[in-house]
């Protein structure tokens, strides 16, 4: 998700199935929406996300441990090959 996004939006069902849209403006329901993403999302999906703001709220996700830690690798990694 680019910071350029939409204020409201409709999530898709296999993610979010509790409500028909969410505010992505609003702090608290973009990091929700971005947890939800990482652990329901297709790959699809993890393509809308900025990775440089997940690896940003990584630690205040609260991910399970082995979805955290599949994911804290992947961004480590990313950012050494970006170098």
Known sequence: MNN????SMKPPRHIVWSTDKIDLNDPFQR????RQVLLHGRAEDIRTLDLNEV???????DLPPVVYHL???FLEERGRAER
């Open 31 to 34: 990091r929700w929406y971005i």
């Open 71 to 73: 994911w804290k690798a």
């Open 4 to 7: 350029h996004q939409m204020k």
């Open 55 to 61: 690896a940003r709220l990584l630690d205040d996700l």
